[in-house]
């Protein structure tokens, strides 16, 4: 069975074929910033999402005018199909995407698999930096309908207005660590939001870095009680590994109602009297 | 170009499942380290083998992952 909305994945094939079509753009987002320089899907833009997908003053997403500036500068016009790949089964791939999609851009795409499954079946690399026209881009009013922020989590938290979806790792849940493994701890408090289910990303992937099946999603998500008919809220420590759960459940299985909530366990972790649940 | 003898494999690195993801791009070999729980990339290196790439990748999770302190809940 196709999942929901299937047009917004693109396998690699489909990358390979189509990716120096007139009117598509491939944009390569990594978690590592320095592997866009190691070689990349010829012709691709590289994003450093640290940099370029944020704004670098206050913590919050890309203003719109840095957006527009961005776009414009990778050669992406309102009409481009966009393609989005990157490493860590397309972590950051995902946080690009989700705010494409506030600032409104209709046809952007995931390469299935990502960057690992393109090197790993040995396609061509280009060490190249994309030498792009530059286009004219205006953005859409932002659509925060996606985004969750700060009083709409806590309100679910009491109300139980939406499903809560952690997902991070099983130690970040119960709080025994406080960031992945390697990573520098970025809160004062472990543990989760009261109530929240906990279904890591990484379950929604399959060993070769593609997406499971939509029967295997449905049952992944709705064996925790996290169904399509009711709104649902997904965080994780910084808001790009929720960003791909939020992709899963929106496109993949077609939820109505999902937000990603991007403050995530830097914000609530560190919030002043904000309820904690462990394990 | 393209990337040659790409592999991944887990490994346990002070007490951690890690996976090891090694591939050659032309004359360079690169390394990177990840958590296998929750998939975390923290550690990368290059190098002119494959081994050399490895080492100094693993060099550097090792630090990093000192840096992890695991709480009683």
């Known amino acids: ?279 | 170009m393209n990337a040659d003898d790409y592999s991944t494999r887990n490994a346990e690195l002070d007490g951690w499942t890690i996976v090891i993801e090694s591939y050659r791009v032309g004359p360079r070999f690169y390394c990177t380290v990840s958590s296998a729980d929750p998939g975390a990339r923290f550690a990368r290196s290059e190098g002119a083998t494959q081994e050399e790439a490895e080492r100094v990748a693993l060099e550097k999770a090792r630090r990093y992952l000192a840096q992890t302190r695991v709480r009683k809940t």
């Not at chain 1, 203003?63 to 990157?86: C, H, N, Q, R, W």
Request: aromatic share 10%.
């Open chain 1, 1 to 279: 069975m196709p999942y929901t909305l299937p047009d917004v994945l693109v396998s690699t094939d489909w990358v390979a074929q189509h990716g120096n079509d007139a009117g598509v753009r491939v944009v390569e987002v990594d978690v590592d910033t320095t592997a866009y320089e190691q070689g990349h899907v010829p012709r691709a833009v590289g994003w450093n999402w640290t940099t370029q997908l944020c704004d670098t003053l206050v913590r919050d997403i890309i203003p719109a005018d840095k957006f527009e500036e961005l776009m414009a500068a990778s050669g992406i016009a309102p009409d481009t199909t966009v393609v989005l790949y990157g490493d860590n089964n397309n972590w950051f791939a995902a946080w690009a995407l989700w705010q494409m999609k506030i600032y409104g851009h209709e046809d952007v795409r995931i390469m299935d698999g990502g960057r690992k499954k393109w090197l790993a079946e040995g396609r061509d690399l280009s060490t190249d930096a994309a030498q792009v026209p530059r286009a004219k881009y205006k953005a859409r009013p932002a659509d925060t309908s996606i985004r969750a922020f700060l009083p709409e989590v806590q309100e679910a938290m009491k109300r139980g207005s939406a499903a809560l979806v952690d997902v991070r790792g099983p130690q970040e849940f119960t709080g025994e660590i406080l960031a992945p493994p390697g990573l520098p701890e970025t809160c004062q408090r472990g543990g989760h939001i009261p109530g929240a289910k906990n279904v890591p990303w990484g379950k929604a992937c399959n060993e070769d870095g593609t997406f499971k099946t939509i029967d295997e999603l449905r049952q992944l998500y709705g064996g925790v009680g996290v169904t399509s008919d009711r709104p649902v809220i997904a965080y994780c420590r910084i808001g790009e590994r929720s960003s791909h759960t939020w992709f899963v459940l929106k496109y993949l299985l077609g939820f109505p109602d999902v937000k990603n909530y991007d403050g995530s366990w830097t914000e609530w972790g560190n919030l002043v009297g904000a309820p904690v649940e462990k394990p």
